[in-house]
């Protein structure tokens, strides 16, 4: 089984600060993660990935992600924040399906994490 | 590059009328393709995936059901719907990779 928690379900920066959302994993062997972003009534964005290459992954955007085995962390960062980032951010872990011909992936999301950046 | 369609954007319907949202996927082939729901504060809930053609897969017994009737178009439907079907509800396609693509989303409504 395989589960995402998110630390933080609001967060508040001020513009020009830094960012940090915090996400922990649990899964049974080596997962991929991602963080998705949602602006209001829209579908969700991938931001970045993670498959098992550099423990530190760049996305879109400035925000970066740094896979941590030993903590099994992946927090999501942001040297420095801005309006249009206010969103909320998924952290997420995939797995495999079984039993359907060609496979498919399960995306098991966390509970979001709602940031607002203020002037 | 691969594009995907949500339709209609928004709906407003009444309880016990039928439901139909369509999905399509243009610039690939074969997609894995997905129904979301995303209820408000309950985050994003898997109702069905499809790998091919007439293959659905079934997540939450619930009174929705979906189709797959070509190869990128992905369709969820109820004949009956409830109070408790209104939420977001989100169409996601994935190729070679583990990430899932998303389109824009379906504000259902349901009075």
Not at chain 1, 5 to 10: I, V
Not at chain 2, 36 to 63: C, D, H, K, M, T
Request: charged fraction near 15%.
């Amino acid at each position: 089984a395989q589960s995402v928690t998110q630390l933080d379900s609001h967060v508040s920066v001020s513009e020009g600060t830094p960012v940090l959302l915090r996400c922990n994993y649990s899964s049974s062997y080596s997962p991929s993660l991602f963080w998705y972003v949602q602006h209001p009534n829209k579908g969700l964005q991938l931001l970045l990935k993670y498959t098992s290459a550099a423990t530190l992954v760049k996305g879109i955007n400035g925000f970066e992600a740094e896979f941590k085995k030993s903590e099994t962390s992946f927090h999501l960062t942001k040297p420095s924040a801005h309006m249009s980032d206010a969103a909320e951010y998924f952290c997420v872990v995939s797995g495999s399906y079984k039993g359907l011909t060609g496979g498919g992936n399960k995306l098991t999301f966390g509970t979001g994490t709602q940031l607002k950046v203020e002037l | 590059s691969q594009t995907i369609h949500q339709w209609p954007a928004t709906l407003v319907q009444p309880v016990g009328s039928p439901l139909s949202l369509e999905c399509t996927v243009e610039g690939t082939s074969n997609p894995n393709l997905y129904w979301y729901r995303q209820a408000a504060g309950r985050g994003l809930q898997l109702l069905f995936y499809s790998v091919g053609i007439g293959q659905i897969s079934s997540e939450v017994p619930q009174n929705l059901s979906a189709s797959r009737p070509q190869d990128r178009q992905f369709i969820l439907s109820s004949k009956k719907l409830l109070l408790s079907d209104s939420g977001f509800y989100l169409c996601a396609w994935s190729g070679g990779g583990n990430e899932q693509f998303f389109g824009p989303g379906t504000r259902l409504t349901v009075l």
